[in-house]
C-alpha cells in the first residue's frame, strides 16, 4: 500500500489537484489507486450547484494520475527530478454513473503497451 505521503514524493501534482488518495497495490505492470470523494471537492460548489456531480474530465485525470504512478515506479522517476510523464491519450471512455460526495472511486490500471 502507498499512502498520500508517499504519493506526494511521486508525482508533482498538489492540492487541489492530486486526485489519487492511496494505491491499494501493485506490480510492476498493475496497480490498483482510490479516490475518496468528498463534500468538501473545490469543484462541487460550481458543479452542479444542488446537486454536486465530480466532472468527467477529472475523473479522467485521477485515472491519468493513477497511470502516472504506475509508470513511476516502473521507472524509478520520482517528482523531484524535474522530469513530468505525460497522459497522451484515452480511447473509448465512457462514464457509466455520476460520482458524487461519498462516493469512492477505484481505478485498475495495467500497462498493456509501452512505445
Known sequence: ??????????????????LV???LSHT?????????VT?????????F?????????????AMAQACGLL????SGVRSDSGLILYFAGI???RFKRPVTPGDQ???EVQLVKQK
Open 1 to 18: 500500500m502507498i499512502e498520500a505521503r508517499d504519493i506526494l514524493k511521486m508525482l508533482p501534482h498538489r492540492y487541489p489537484f492530486l
Open 21 to 23: 488518495d492511496r494505491v
Open 28 to 36: 510492476n505492470d498493475e496497480l490498483v489507486a482510490i479516490k475518496n
Open 39 to 47: 463534500f468538501n471537492e473545490p469543484f462541487f460548489p460550481g458543479h
Open 49 to 61: 450547484p444542488g446537486e454536486p456531480t465530480m466532472p468527467g474530465v477529472l475523473m479522467l485525470e
Open 71 to 74: 509508470a513511476v515506479i516502473r
Open 91 to 93: 480511447d473509448n471512455a
Open 105 to 107: 472511486l477505484r481505478f
